[in-house]
Every structure is written in structure tokens, then in C-alpha cells.
């Protein structure tokens, strides 16, 4: 596939909207809510579960995300928080997915994107107007139109970043996308703040510090973090790196009864903007 047909590759279902009777509320001319959103029953139990573990209400009010915004997604990967975002802004909005590219080199980044197309598409009630870019630095980084986007949003993404050592080539991409004004909102596992590098390129954690400092170098303005995704009983510190806790469970039955008791890891939330 060319670099032109990748980065303006849309899914485009039905041109036909449906309503969402289930999901509407009727206080707001239809809209659904992002807390009927998170709840919905398009969604699946288990992800429903996750709400608690997530806080996904919480977290998209204090990135100040409004129906009428252009949002881009970050890596969606299956599509947890896709499932709310993307139909809170359907009407009156716009959603960019920037997912895995077909043309990436991790085996595991195509089928991943595909999972996703093939979600989407099923649904075009909910997903129809969703736009799939793909991202894969440096080759494919447009990701909507040059200073088109309200808000760029990115969930427990940046530690893999670090890892490919490609952290400053993403902030790039988010910035390029973003209007002047527009919001960045980061949740990332949060490490303690006098890890180094190396746990940061290994465990899955990276410190507070070290993400505003790559937002700063792309050229972001930090506004304000939240404690709304903490888990203080977390220590950071795991056999598996992050992936210890649930719910990846790397070390299997290993210690599971207290890594079910710590929950997901401790998270970092973030909120940067772009200067006028």
C-alpha cells in the first residue's frame, strides 16, 4: 500500500445514522451521555467491568471532552475507550482513530488493526463515521489534517513508545494534528519519580517528569494532572513489569491473589495543551 492510500485510508459504513434508542438521553436532544456511554450495552461486560479499575467518565470530563470536538485517538489498539469517545462525537463531532499501520513491522500491529476495522464496521450505527489513519513513525504520521483536531488523546501508550525510542517522533505527530489550543491527554502507568531510563525502557512505567518533558520538547504546555487513575497500593516495582498486574497476569498463577488485590497499576493523568 503507498504512503498516500495508508495515511487517507477511511472506513466509511452507512451513510444512513440510526438512532441509539438504548443509549439515548433524551435531556440532551438524543445525545447519550458519556455515563450511559460506559455502561451502554453495545459494550461488553468485561470491559464494562473495567470502568472502576479506569475511570473513564472521569477521565474524558477532565480532559474536557465535548460532544462537538474533532478527537483523535491514540493507538485504540481493540477499541476500550473507542466505544465511548467515538459515539459521544458522532453527531456533531469528528473521530480519528490513528491505529497500526498493515505496513508496520511487529507482527502483532496488523492483525491488531484489523480487529479493530472489523469491529467498527460491524456496528456502523455506533462506528459509522469513524476514520481510521494509521501511525506508524517516521514513515506514516498524518494523522487528520495539519491543525484540524480539538483534542488528541493517548492511554497507557508512552512506555511502548519509549521502548521503540520513537516517544519525541509521537509527541511530534500529536502536535502537527492539534489546533492551536487544542488538548493532549495523557494516561500512562506511572513510575516513582526517581526511576531511570532503563526502568522506563523495561517495566511498562515511566515518571511524571519524563512525560512532560517530551511533551515540552514537541512543544506542548503543561496544564494540570489528576489523581483520578491512582492506585497507590501499586509499588511499580514487579517480576513482569507492568504486565504483572491484571489484567495481562504475565506471571500466571504466580502471587495472582495479590496482584488481584493491587488492582491495575498506578496511572498518571495529564493534560497539555498547544499555544495559541
Request: no cysteine; charged share 20%.
Amino acid at each position: 500500500m503507498s504512503l498516500t492510500k495508508a495515511i487517507s485510508h477511511t472506513l466509511v459504513a452507512s451513510s444512513l445514522l440510526f438512532a441509539l434508542p438504548a443509549l439515548a438521553d433524551h435531556h440532551g436532544g438524543g445525545h447519550a451521555s458519556l455515563e450511559q456511554l460506559a455502561a451502554g450495552d453495545h459494550r461488553s461486560a468485561t470491559n464494562i467491568a473495567r470502568n472502576g479499575q479506569r475511570n473513564p467518565v472521569e477521565t474524558l470530563e477532565f480532559f474536557g471532552l465535548k460532544p462537538d470536538m474533532t478527537v483523535i485517538e491514540i493507538l485504540p489498539s481493540t477499541g476500550w475507550y473507542t466505544e465511548i469517545i467515538a459515539p459521544y462525537v458522532r453527531d456533531n463531532g469528528k473521530f480519528y482513530a490513528a491505529h497500526f499501520s498493515p505496513n508496520a513491522t511487529a507482527s502483532y500491529m496488523p492483525p491488531n488493526l484489523r480487529g479493530f476495522e472489523a469491529k467498527i464496521t460491524a456496528e456502523p450505527e455506533l462506528y459509522g463515521k469513524v476514520t481510521v489513519r494509521h501511525l506508524n513513525p517516521p514513515h506514516e504520521v498524518v494523522i487528520a489534517p495539519a491543525e484540524s483536531a480539538d483534542m488528541a488523546l493517548t492511554f497507557r501508550n508512552v512506555h511502548n513508545w519509549i521502548m521503540a525510542d520513537q516517544e519525541h517522533e509521537y509527541f511530534a505527530t500529536f502536535f502537527a494534528a492539534l489546533k492551536p489550543g487544542g488538548v493532549l491527554g495523557v494516561v500512562e502507568h506511572r513510575a516513582k519519580p526517581d526511576a531511570g531510563m532503563e526502568v522506563m525502557r523495561t517495566s511498562g512505567y515511566v515518571t511524571e517528569a519524563y512525560v512532560k518533558k517530551i511533551a515540552a520538547a514537541a512543544g506542548f504546555e503543561f496544564v494540570e494532572s489528576s489523581e483520578i487513575n491512582a492506585n497507590p497500593m501499586d509499588p511499580t516495582v514487579h517480576p513482569g513489569g507492568v504486565w504483572t498486574l491484571p489484567p495481562s497476569y504475565s506471571q500466571g498463577d504466580a502471587d495472582r491473589a495479590k496482584y488481584q488485590a493491587i488492582g491495575e497499576s498506578d496511572r498518571m493523568t495529564l493534560k497539555f495543551r498547544k499555544p495559541l
